[in-house]
């Protein structure tokens, strides 16, 4: 018999189904990654947003908290991306000089958010400090 050279079928079916499978599992691991990415940078521009906001809530004298507006007063165009979404502001008196207020973000048809919560006491000074 003379001497044949090169692969057989069934090497050559076996190298592409672990090519397959590296393949596959690359190409699993780049859809993850650009996952998280996507979430990461979301999450960032609503903690942004609720940055901001907490400025604005923590300035409005402490009298005033319960009755200001329950959306953002600040400007949020830097959700812009998350469109739609929603922004919620809560106050709550849990004693006679603390308010809790709690700011929220909602985006991804309220599937994902974002939460920020200050505690207010009225010491008896300006609203600055």
């Known amino acids: 018999m003379r001497r044949e050279k090169g692969f057989s079928l069934i090497e050559v079916l076996a190298a592409l189904l672990i090519l397959t499978l590296i393949i596959t599992m690359?190409?699993?691991?780049?859809?993850?990654?650009?996952?998280?990415?996507?979430?990461?940078?979301?999450?960032?521009?609503?903690?942004?947003?609720?940055?901001?906001?907490?400025?604005?809530?923590?300035?409005?004298d402490f009298a005033q908290l319960e009755t200001s507006?329950?959306?953002?007063?600040?400007?949020?165009?830097?959700?812009a991306p998350?469109?739609?979404?929603?922004?919620?502001?809560?106050?709550?008196?849990?004693?006679?000089?603390?308010k809790n207020v709690t700011m929220t973000v909602r985006w991804n048809g309220g599937t994902r958010e974002a939460a920020l919560s200050l505690m207010r006491v009225d010491t008896g000074g300006t609203n600055l400090w």
Do not use: G, M, W
């Open 26 to 60: 690359s190409l699993a691991a780049f859809v993850e990654r650009n996952k998280r990415l996507r979430q990461a940078s979301e999450i960032i521009l609503a903690y942004q947003a609720l940055a901001n906001e907490a400025e604005y809530r923590r300035r409005i």
């Open 69 to 79: 507006k329950p959306q953002f007063i600040s400007d949020t165009k830097v959700l």
């Open 82 to 98: 998350l469109e739609p979404f929603t922004t919620v502001v809560t106050v709550q008196k849990t004693k006679p000089a603390v």
